[in-house]
C-alpha cells in the first residue's frame, strides 16, 4: 500500500490539535487547545436535547473536513443520504482535526451528551504518526467502545491503514488492531474507511491526503454499506 493516508495529513498540518473551522465542534465552542497532554477539551456549551435520533460522527480530520465547506464533509453528506432514503436522523459532526484515540478517551463524556443512538468511530491514524504503541492506541479504542456501549450506544468500528514504509509488521499490526477490535465488542467494522480514494489525485485535495467533495462522496458509499443494515434493523424494530 504506497499511499499517503490520514495519519500524515490529519496532524501533520493540524498539530496544534484544534477543531477545524468548519467543525461544528468548533461552532459551538468547544475544542482543543495545545498539544497533547497539554490541555483537555473544554466544554463550553452542550448540545441541547432534540428528540430526532442521533448518529454522531467521531473523529479526526477526514471526519472534521478539513479543507472543504460543512455540507461537502462527509457527516453531512452522510445526513442528506439518509435523510433522502427517508431515516430521520440527524448526523452530527465530531470531527476535531490531529485528533488522537487519547483526545477521543478525553471527549467521550461531551459526546454522550448529545444522546446518540449511534456513533461511527474514526481515530487511530495520528497514534501511528506520533510512534504511538498500538497496545496504547487499542486500549484507548477499546475504552471508548466500551464506555459507548455500556451507555446503549451502537458503534461502527472505522477501519484504516498505513503505509509501508512503518515497517510490515507495524502496519500489519495496525491493520489488524481495528479487526480485533470489532470482533472483542462485536460491532460492524468498515473495512478501511479510505477505500477507493486514498492515493487517487483527482479524489484528494492539493495534499494528497484529505479528500475532495466526490472524494467524501465515495466514503459515504463506505460508511453506508455497513451503516444501511443497521438503520434497517432499528426501524425494523420499532415498527
Not at 496532524?11 to 477545524?20: K, N
Not at 440527524?90 to 487519547?102: D, F, H, K, L, P
Not at 467533495?213 to 438503520?231: C, D, H, P
Request: net charge negative; hydrophobic share 40%.
Amino acid at each position: 500500500m504506497l499511499f499517503c493516508l490520514s495519519l500524515i495529513g490529519c496532524d501533520a498540518q493540524e498539530d496544534g490539535l484544534v477543531a477545524s473551522r468548519d467543525s461544528p465542534l468548533a461552532q459551538s465552542e468547544m475544542g482543543l487547545q495545545g498539544r497533547e497532554g497539554e490541555q483537555d477539551p473544554v466544554e463550553t456549551r452542550s448540545i441541547p436535547a432534540d428528540p430526532q435520533p442521533k448518529i454522531v460522527a467521531f473523529g479526526d480530520s477526514l471526519t472534521a473536513g478539513l479543507g472543504v465547506s460543512r455540507d461537502q464533509s462527509y457527516p453531512r453528506q452522510l445526513e442528506q443520504k439518509i435523510q433522502a432514503l427517508g431515516y430521520d436522523y440527524q448526523v452530527i459532526n465530531a470531527g476535531v482535526s490531529g485528533e488522537t484515540t487519547a483526545g477521543g478517551v478525553r471527549r467521550i463524556d461531551w459526546i454522550l451528551k448529545s444522546q446518540p443512538t449511534l456513533v461511527i468511530l474514526e481515530l487511530g491514524a495520528n497514534d501511528a504518526l506520533r510512534g504511538q504503541p498500538l497496545l496504547q492506541s487499542y486500549n484507548n479504542l477499546q475504552r471508548i467502545i466500551s464506555r459507548l456501549q455500556a451507555e446503549d450506544v451502537s458503534v461502527i468500528l472505522a477501519g484504516m491503514k498505513i503505509p509501508l514504509n512503518y515497517g510490515e509488521a507495524y502496519t500489519k499490526e495496525f491493520e489488524e488492531m481495528y479487526e480485533k477490535l470489532a470482533a472483542q465488542h462485536r460491532i460492524p467494522l468498515i473495512p478501511f474507511f479510505l477505500e477507493g480514494v486514498a492515493a487517487q489525485r483527482e479524489l484528494n485535495q492539493g495534499d494528497g491526503i484529505h479528500p475532495t467533495a466526490e472524494g467524501y462522496a465515495i466514503v459515504v458509499e463506505n460508511v453506508w454499506k455497513v451503516l444501511e443494515s443497521l438503520l434497517i434493523k432499528e426501524r425494523d424494530t420499532q415498527s
